[in-house]
């Protein structure tokens, strides 16, 4: 049984971070029925990458574990489909604009009538309150707007976005935190929770010191590539002979082992490098140090050092290599899905790991309507009902079923 095993999500969300949320759920035991507009689906259904076939294979990831429903919310016998099956589930997870479900009369006050107890869950870019709540968002205008952009990349350089979608990646996850954390209290309680986690506030608070600094010093920082003057000396990446290498150390006592790695123990009493504090003084000329110290020595060489002095280091890994790497491997993070959308393909695993009630993928992600006719059922609707919502195209249903 795995964790989440007993909790029903009505997931309306579409893209990447609401889906991203969804599959993290299903991934852990939830049962996460994922309502779409009855023609096209989510409009991930037709983002790149493709598989050999013209589906698409972002959709098939982000979309595992999870069964499917196609309803047109826009007609009333549509409505009144959504408004049973507010009364079977728990939650209730959108990232819908602001107000779209309130317009159709679908709303948290509607949901309350048929279920009080409810967890409405909104996932938004500025959330439900404050004068940009109306506004769209997408993870580069999040990125930007937070502080995030202004401290990725090099100051000599323009502000560069994350090479991953990282404001929908974390906000998925804080909405997956939020969600359980509101399913706890109610087991405490009894009560649901309306819930609102916008992407501009999930980013914001990734920022680490660059708050903090402004707030405690009125200093501000921008962009310092991939090292930290202002807190870690040495913590950076540097072009050795065959490649790029990362390094760091995160306290005084690994100083002397990592001068000892790259063979210059003169280096650990040296009056502008013993102490850390010293160490971020002179930046410029450490870094100038350890770029001449690094050129002309091959990657493999400094990473058997390294591991010698037991010093965090490696060399840059792309996200090729990434997946046959062993201790992905060792991980399970990289697993096999067979999916009827797509085939079989690869994908990544899943990074938290129970004891006794592991989460695990179970089935791939629905084709478009898959499940309408069974979740109907369990609603109350009849054959009869649900044939006659078929034929007026309230709900859909694949053409074909899948393969077994």
């Not at 990447?16 to 991930?44: F, H, W």
């Not at 009364?87 to 679908?106: A, H, I, R, Y």
């Not at 980013?203 to 660059?210: K, L, R, S, V, Y």
Request: proline share 6%; net charge negative; glycine share 8%.
């Amino acid at each position: 049984m795995r964790p989440l095993e007993g909790i029903t999500v009505l997931d309306f969300t579409q893209a990447y971070s609401g889906p991203y949320c969804a599959m993290n759920l299903a991934d852990y035991g939830a049962r996460v029925i994922k309502v779409e507009r009855i023609e096209t689906g989510d409009q991930s259904r037709f983002w790149n990458p493709y598989a050999a076939n013209g589906n698409s294979g972002y959709f098939a990831v982000y979309n595992r574990n999870k069964e499917g429903i196609a309803v047109d919310m826009s007609e009333p016998e549509g409505k009144e489909v959504i408004k049973r099956l507010y009364g079977k589930v728990d939650v209730v997870l959108e990232n819908f604009k602001f107000g779209t479900l309130d317009k159709l009369g679908l709303g948290y006050e509607e949901m309350k009538k048929v279920n009080p107890d409810i967890i409405f869950a909104s996932i938004t870019g500025f959330g439900q309150t404050g004068p940009l709540k109306t506004n769209t968002a997408y993870d580069n205008v999040i990125e930007c707007m937070s502080g995030f952009m202004e401290m990725t990349g090099f100051p000599e350089y323009p502000p560069l976005r994350s090479g991953a979608s990282v404001a929908d990646s974390y906000t998925g996850l804080t909405m997956a935190l939020a969600i359980v954390l509101a399913c706890y209290d109610k087991k405490r309680t009894g009560k649901g929770r309306r819930i609102d986690v916008a992407m501009l506030d999930t980013m914001f608070a990734t920022i680490e010191d660059a708050v903090l600094a402004y707030a405690l010093t009125g200093k501000e920082i921008s962009r310092t590539g991939n090292a930290k003057p202002r807190e870690i000396v040495p913590y950076d990446t540097y072009y050795c002979a065959d490649d790029f290498i990362a390094v760091g150390i995160n306290d005084e006592s690994m100083w002397p082992d990592f001068c000892e790695a790259i063979e210059m123990p003169e280096l650990e009493k040296d009056p502008r490098y013993a102490t850390n504090d010293l160490r971020c003084e002179n930046f410029e000329s450490f870094t100038a140090l350890m770029r001449d110290c690094f050129k002309d020595k091959e990657c493999a060489w400094l990473m058997k050092r390294f591991a010698m002095y037991n010093i965090p280091a490696t060399p840059i890994v792309d996200p090729v290599d990434a997946m046959t790497h062993p201790q992905m491997l060792a991980r399970d993070m990289i697993i096999e899905i067979e999916d009827p959308n797509v085939g079989r393909f690869k994908a990544f695993g899943i990074p938290v790991k129970f004891s006794g009630t592991p989460g695990y993928v179970k089935k791939p992600s629905p084709l478009l309507g898959e499940n309408s006719r069974d979740v109907l059922e369990e609603a109350g609707y009849s054959q009869e009902e649900i044939e006659k919502l078929i034929t007026d195209e309230i709900i859909g249903v694949p053409e074909t079923a899948p393969a077994e």
